[in-house]
């Protein structure tokens, strides 16, 4: 959000926009000086880059997902937004792969000089901001800037982003966002939302500011008061997309079911599957592990401090000079699993999953982390039937 | 600063044993805030990297550091020499919360390289006569030559300093044994008593067996846990332990807390 403090602007701001409408809020936020980051097909994908205008956004595309399954195909109905997650997050922008933090020379004497990296990233404006990653932005908030240490990289990129949620309306047969509270709705925390409705009366977008930037800009785009038609069709197609999601959690407290799993004989099950290479956490939209790379020039008298992301899955995460703490793919799913669905409470005080179902596409297994939690929950049950009979 | 490393002028660098090695600190132009014992810092040998590195002495702005030459970072360290200077990041995590012990008896018990954390706290202990019970310090090494600090160690006890070592030469007429085994020397009211422990992990578990044992609760012994970590300011993930953040979280824990999860293979 723009002012992450700024009351919700006041009055009703609903307006309609068609699609010129659209082309002239990414041309109003370009004006603004704000790079545009949002939806467009890219080498058979749907990915997240930097547009120049609003007819790069994958009009006419959707996706078909499945564990371990992702294809782009087309939609007959021209729609912008008919899309569930791609391979990128919003995590690449504010969060990115790989950083400097510092720099650092060293004199004739051995004295050191450090220079912070200024890092003055682009004012950013994400359009087309699912109500899932708009969770995972906020959780990534509360672990990059949300402690007692702000870390500044995230810090700058974050704090001057303008996002533009838009609510789904076609839930992929990999999410479940439903389950973990995060949409199909969008929840506080925008700048703008917007709906998508394609019907007989056309293509448009229900828009509403979440701040006072947000009313602003769309006070200065050509746009048409909400009509009744434009409002129940919207909200219709965002509660029957609650009703559509392809997968879900068991309807348990999870952070306790994890937390009761340690010695799961599941895990065993998982990680004769799991090949380690940890795609799902570069995928997954709040996995904010990363290492550091100290690198010299060649003289030896200058160095600068790197950091990119790394995953729980490899086996030097957890070094020490004695080996591994985490040396079987076993304890490193389950380091993963109870991370997210379970110890993120304790750390973060929230859930570490919003549903988004990027970890299922993207895993060449197709490990499923609903299908692990229901396995988890049944061996749990199973377990107490145990116990209740008087059987071991 | 807690994520860029100010510059610190080494002003000595002096072996303790084969691959140990103490090196004072001090701060070229801005210092970092005051280090509480059982805290750490991100020391950083210039190109090479930075590794937590726990606070042996504190003196003002002053740091003192007793270093294990074990890999890349840590043998760069041991080598850095007087007059050219380190980066250093912190201070890190939570202390051993000395002054919560007040008027309880106390037992220090120490492997290897876990000495340097606790000898802060000690200096702390003695500096404050009257403040506590009795100060019990129980020092296990691996050989003779592998003693940290033997120059200080007999003013420590008061009344109880045991040394024992794993294995001793001829010459050597002191104990040999598991450092748990000193505890039949200290003298403590295990009702009255608040136990700190830092070395290798079989180590702390047996010494806090030892003490639940005697009768000393698991909330009234505090352990320094030993992980993996990057940035220490709970943004890289390395240090987890179950639902811990130990740069955050610890590395000082209690017992109660980190019991369930030290019997946690691989977690
Ligand atoms: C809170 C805390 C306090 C410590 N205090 C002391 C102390 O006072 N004296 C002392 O000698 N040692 C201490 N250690 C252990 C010391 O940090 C490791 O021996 C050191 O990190 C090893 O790094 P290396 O590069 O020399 O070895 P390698 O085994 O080559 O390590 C490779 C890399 O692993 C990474 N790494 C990060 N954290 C650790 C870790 N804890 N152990 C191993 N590798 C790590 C580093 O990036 C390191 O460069 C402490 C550790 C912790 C967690
Ligand atoms: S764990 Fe999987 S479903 Fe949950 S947020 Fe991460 S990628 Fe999405
Ligand atoms: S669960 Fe799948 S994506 Fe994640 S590490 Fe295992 S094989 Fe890779």
């Given at each position: 959000?723009?002012?992450?403090?700024?009351?919700?602007?006041?009055?009703?701001?609903?307006?309609?926009?068609?699609?010129?409408?659209?082309?002239?809020?990414?041309?109003?936020?370009?004006?603004?000086?704000?790079?545009?980051?949002?939806?467009?097909?890219?080498?058979?994908?749907?990915?997240?880059?930097?547009?120049?205008?609003?007819?790069?956004?994958?009009?006419?595309?959707?996706?078909?997902?499945?564990?371990?399954?992702?294809?782009?195909?087309?939609?007959?109905?021209?729609?912008?937004?008919?899309?569930?997650?791609?391979?990128?997050?919003?995590?690449?922008?504010?969060?990115?792969?790989?950083?400097?933090?510092?720099?650092?020379?060293?004199?004739?004497?051995?004295?050191?000089?450090?220079?912070?990296?200024?890092?003055?990233?682009?004012?950013?404006?994400?359009?087309?901001?699912?109500?899932?990653?708009?969770?995972?932005?906020?959780?990534?908030?509360?672990?990059?800037?949300?402690?007692?240490?702000?870390?500044?990289?995230?810090?700058?990129?974050?704090?001057?982003?303008?996002?533009?949620?838009?609510?789904?309306?076609?839930?992929?047969?990999?999410?479940?966002?439903?389950?973990?509270?995060?949409?199909?709705?969008?929840?506080?925390?925008?700048?703008?939302?917007?709906?998508?409705?394609?019907?007989?009366?056309?293509?448009?977008?229900?828009?509403?500011?979440?701040?006072?930037?947000?009313?602003?800009?769309?006070?200065?785009?050509?746009?048409?008061?909400?009509?009744?038609?434009?409002?129940?069709?919207?909200?219709?197609?965002?509660?029957?997309?609650?009703?559509?999601?392809?997968?879900?959690?068991?309807?348990?407290?999870?952070?306790?079911?994890?937390?009761?799993?340690?010695?799961?004989?599941?895990?065993?099950?998982?990680?004769?599957?799991?090949?380690?290479?940890?795609?799902?956490?570069?995928?997954?939209?709040?996995?904010?592990?990363?290492?550091?790379?100290?690198?010299?020039?060649?003289?030896?008298?200058?160095?600068?401090?790197?950091?990119?992301?790394?995953?729980?899955?490899?086996?030097?995460?957890?070094?020490?000079?004695?080996?591994?703490?985490?040396?079987?793919?076993?304890?490193?799913?389950?380091?993963?699993?109870?991370?997210?669905?379970?110890?993120?409470?304790?750390?973060?005080?929230?859930?570490?999953?919003?549903?988004?179902?990027?970890?299922?596409?993207?895993?060449?297994?197709?490990?499923?982390?609903?299908?692990?939690?229901?396995?988890?929950?049944?061996?749990?049950?199973?377990?107490?039937?145990?116990?209740?009979?008087?059987?071991? | 600063?807690?994520?860029?490393?100010?510059?610190?002028?080494?002003?000595?660098?002096?072996?303790?044993?084969?691959?140990?090695?103490?090196?004072?600190?001090?701060?070229?132009?801005?210092?970092?805030?005051?280090?509480?014992?059982?805290?750490?810092?991100?020391?950083?040998?210039?190109?090479?990297?930075?590794?937590?590195?726990?606070?042996?002495?504190?003196?003002?702005?002053?740091?003192?550091?007793?270093?294990?030459?074990?890999?890349?970072?840590?043998?760069?360290?041991?080598?850095?020499?007087?007059?050219?200077?380190?980066?250093?990041?912190?201070?890190?995590?939570?202390?051993?919360?000395?002054?919560?012990?007040?008027?309880?008896?106390l037992i220090i018990v120490a492997?290897?390289?876990?000495l340097?954390?606790l000898r802060?706290l000690v200096?702390?202990a003695l500096?404050?006569?009257?403040?506590?019970?009795?100060l019990n310090v129980l020092v296990?090494?691996?050989?003779?030559?592998?003693?940290?600090?033997?120059?200080?160690l007999?003013g420590w006890g008061h009344?109880y300093c045991g040394v024992?070592?794993?294995?001793?030469?001829?010459?050597?007429?002191?104990?040999?044994?598991?450092?748990?085994?000193l505890?039949?020397?200290a003298?403590?009211?295990?009702?009255?008593?608040?136990?700190f422990?830092?070395?290798?992990?079989?180590?702390?578990?047996?010494?806090?067996?030892?003490?639940?044992?005697?009768?000393?609760?698991?909330?009234?012994?505090?352990?320094?846990?030993?992980?993996?970590?990057?940035?220490?300011?709970?943004?890289?993930?390395?240090?987890?332990?179950?639902?811990?953040?130990?740069?955050?979280?610890?590395?000082?824990?209690?017992?109660?807390?980190?019991?369930?999860?030290?019997?946690?293979?691989?977690?």
């Amino acid at each position: 959000m723009a002012s992450a403090t700024a009351p919700p602007a006041a009055g009703d701001t609903a307006c309609v926009l068609d699609r010129d409408g659209m082309g002239a809020l990414v041309r109003e936020l370009r004006a603004r000086g704000r790079t545009v980051i949002g939806p467009t097909v890219r080498d058979d994908a749907i990915v997240l880059a930097k547009l120049e205008s609003a007819e790069e956004l994958p009009y006419g595309w959707g996706v078909e997902h499945e564990a371990g399954y992702y294809r782009v195909r087309r939609r007959p109905d021209g729609a912008a937004f008919a899309h569930s997650a791609g391979p990128q997050s919003w995590k690449s922008f504010l969060h990115p792969e790989r950083v400097r933090q510092w720099a650092a020379d060293r004199g004739p004497d051995g004295e050191m000089t450090v220079r912070p990296e200024r890092d003055e990233p682009p004012s950013f404006a994400f359009l087309g901001v699912r109500p899932c990653d708009l969770r995972a932005i906020q959780i990534q908030d509360r672990v990059m800037i949300g402690g007692p240490h702000r870390d500044a990289t995230y810090g700058a990129r974050r704090g001057g982003a303008f996002l533009i949620v838009v609510e789904c309306t076609e839930p992929g047969a990999t999410c479940f966002c439903v389950s973990m509270d995060t949409g199909p709705a969008a929840r506080p925390g925008y700048d703008l939302a917007l709906t998508e409705v394609v019907d007989e009366a056309g293509h448009r977008f229900l828009a509403r500011a979440g701040t006072d930037e947000g009313a602003e800009i769309l006070a200065a785009l050509p746009r048409r008061p909400a009509d009744d038609l434009t409002r129940t069709r919207a909200r219709e197609d965002v509660e029957a997309a609650a009703g559509r999601m392809g997968r879900t959690m068991p309807e348990v407290d999870l952070r306790a079911l994890l937390a009761g799993t340690l010695d799961a004989e599941r895990w065993n099950d998982v990680a004769a599957r799991c090949l380690t290479c940890g795609n799902c956490t570069m995928a997954c939209p709040t996995c904010f592990c990363t290492t550091t790379e100290d690198v010299t020039d060649l003289t030896g008298d200058h160095a600068e401090r790197w950091r990119r992301w790394e995953s729980c899955y490899d086996l030097d995460f957890t070094h020490l000079p004695g080996g591994s703490v985490r040396g079987s793919g076993r304890s490193r799913y389950r380091q993963w699993l109870t991370h997210k669905l379970g110890t993120w409470w304790d750390q973060f005080d929230s859930s570490g999953c919003v549903g988004c179902g990027r970890c299922i596409v993207w895993c060449p297994v197709g490990i499923d982390i609903t299908e692990e939690a229901h396995a988890l929950h049944q061996e749990s049950l199973d377990g107490q039937a145990g116990t209740e009979d008087g059987r071991p | 600063m807690t994520a860029v490393p100010l510059p610190y002028r080494v002003t000595a660098n002096r072996p303790e044993s084969a691959d140990t090695r103490t090196i004072e600190l001090q701060p070229v132009a801005e210092a970092l805030p005051v280090f509480a014992p059982g805290q750490f810092a991100m020391v950083y040998a210039f190109g090479v990297g930075d590794i937590p590195v726990s606070v042996a002495g504190i003196d003002g702005s002053a740091l003192t550091h007793t270093i294990r030459g074990v890999g890349a970072t840590s043998r760069a360290l041991c080598a850095v020499r007087a007059g050219t200077q380190v980066g250093v990041r912190g201070p890190f995590g939570t202390g051993w919360d000395l002054p919560s012990a007040a008027g309880r008896d106390l037992i220090i018990v120490a492997g290897g390289i876990g000495l340097a954390p606790l000898r802060p706290l000690v200096r702390e202990a003695l500096s404050a006569p009257g403040t506590y019970g009795r100060l019990n310090v129980l020092v296990g090494a691996r050989t003779p030559a592998d003693l940290l600090y033997r120059s200080e160690l007999d003013g420590w006890g008061h009344p109880y300093c045991g040394v024992t070592v794993d294995r001793a030469g001829p010459e050597w007429t002191g104990n040999v044994g598991v450092v748990t085994a000193l505890l039949d020397q200290a003298a403590f009211d295990p009702h009255d008593t608040t136990a700190f422990a830092c070395g290798p992990e079989v180590m702390i578990r047996a010494a806090a067996r030892e003490l639940l044992h005697r009768g000393v609760p698991a909330q009234h012994i505090r352990i320094s846990l030993e992980r993996n970590m990057h940035c220490a300011t709970g943004h890289c993930g390395h240090c987890q332990l179950g639902p811990l953040l130990l740069c955050r979280d610890g590395p000082v824990v209690a017992y109660d807390r980190a019991k369930p999860l030290l019997t946690v293979r691989e977690l």
